[in-house]
Every structure is written in structure tokens, then in C-alpha cells.
């Protein structure tokens, strides 16, 4: 369970909104999809702010779109106000966008000494879902 307070976030009714979004979401959300589940007199920069916050905080994670766009998901790692703490790979379908994490794909140890440290991994898989290709 994830709760915005274990998160070092105030409660709010739009926060707790937010993420009630999220937990029931089967794939990563953009920004069109959040706002058409929120209220119609949702303020674009109070959404965009509440997500940078989330993110900050550990609650979800951005997934970058094939169109520079990023997709947002909730964090089934233990991630926190100090950073996240998972490399997985994401899912995108080319011919319906919907994007999920891979969460059950460990990604294998890379052993290049070359890098020193990674930042960020963010692997994305392309192809067709089961429902499309149905
Ligand atoms: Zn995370
Ligand atoms: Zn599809
Ligand atoms: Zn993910």
C-alpha cells in the first residue's frame, strides 16, 4: 500500500485523488489520460506540480514515450524521498501506445567498466500486445 504520508507528502484531497488513479491503473498514464480521469476543473499546473512531487517523493516513476512525452507509474519498489531504486524495462505497444512496466524482466548485471555509475536505465520494449494482435 502506499500512502502519502509515508512519502513525506501533506494529504490533500487532490493527492489522494491522484493516487488512487495510479494504484488502479494497469499501465503508465500520460498526461491526457490522468487528466481526463480527474475533475474537468483540474488545473494543469496543480497536475503537473502533484506529479513532479510524487515522482520526487518515490510514488511513481516517469517512463519517457516514443514522442519525448512521458508516461507515469506507480513505484512497486521500496522507493522513497530519497530516490528510486529500480531498473526495469517498460513495455510500449506500437499500435495502441499502451505502455507497462516489466517488472517481473530483471535486467542483467551490466558489466562494462567503462561506466562507473548509472543514473538512469530506461529501457523501453516495443511491439504489439496480446490485445491488439488478438
Ligand atoms: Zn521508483
Ligand atoms: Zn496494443
Ligand atoms: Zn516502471
Given at each position: 500500500m502506499h500512502t502519502l504520508k509515508k512519502h513525506g507528502l501533506r494529504e490533500t484531497t487532490f493527492r489522494k485523488l491522484l493516487l488512487n488513479n495510479f494504484e488502479q491503473a494497469k499501465h503508465?498514464?500520460?498526461l491526457e489520460e490522468l487528466r481526463s480521469k480527474l475533475p474537468e476543473d483540474t488545473d494543469r499546473i496543480t497536475l503537473y506540480r502533484t506529479?513532479?512531487?510524487?515522482?520526487?517523493?518515490?510514488?511513481?516513476?516517469?517512463?519517457p514515450d516514443t514522442?519525448?512525452?512521458?508516461k507515469y507509474a506507480l513505484c512497486l519498489d521500496p522507493c522513497d524521498t530519497h530516490g528510486h531504486n529500480h531498473s526495469?524495462?517498460?513495455?510500449?505497444c506500437?499500435?495502441?501506445?499502451?505502455?507497462?512496466?516489466?517488472?517481473?524482466?530483471?535486467?542483467?548485471?551490466?558489466?562494462?567498466?567503462?561506466?562507473?555509475?548509472?543514473?538512469?536505465?530506461d529501457l523501453i520494449v516495443t511491439g504489439?500486445?496480446?490485445q491488439c494482435a488478438a
Open positions: 503508465a498514464l500520460n506529479l513532479q512531487s510524487f515522482e520526487q517523493s518515490g510514488l511513481i516513476h516517469s517512463i514522442e519525448g512525452n512521458k526495469h524495462a517498460h513495455f510500449t506500437q499500435k495502441c501506445q499502451t505502455t507497462w512496466c516489466l517488472d517481473h524482466w530483471a535486467l542483467p548485471p551490466l558489466n562494462d567498466n567503462r561506466i562507473s555509475a548509472i543514473a538512469t536505465a504489439t500486445c496480446a
